[in-house]
């Protein structure tokens, strides 16, 4: 599958290929909440991607048809 980003296609057959990643939250030696990679300073990525539902296995809100990506509390 290819996908488009800032130097135009790239190949993304598969999670974890080059410009075929999803950022994730992670919290830092010092405290502070990040949005991104792994840092030299990451204290915590909790999962990495994984700490995102992977599966549309949140029922209908009736705001959005059919089923949705639930909400993944972190702690």
């Known amino acids: 599958m ?3 980003s800032f130097v135009g296609p790239t190949d ?3 999670y974890g290929g080059p410009y ?3 950022p994730w939250f992670s919290t830092d030696t010092g405290g502070a ?6 840092y ?4 915590n990525d909790y999962g990495q991607a994984t ?3 992977q599966t549309l296995d949140c029922p209908d809100d ?3 048809s059919g ?3 639930c909400d993944t509390i972190l702690k």
């Open 2 to 4: 290819l996908g488009n």
């Open 12 to 14: 993304c057959t598969g």
């Open 20 to 22: 075929c990643i999803y």
């Open 33 to 38: 909440l990040n949005y991104g990679v792994d």
């Open 40 to 43: 030299p300073n990451t204290a």
């Open 51 to 53: 700490q995102f539902d």
């Open 62 to 64: 009736g705001l959005f």
């Open 67 to 69: 089923g949705t990506y």
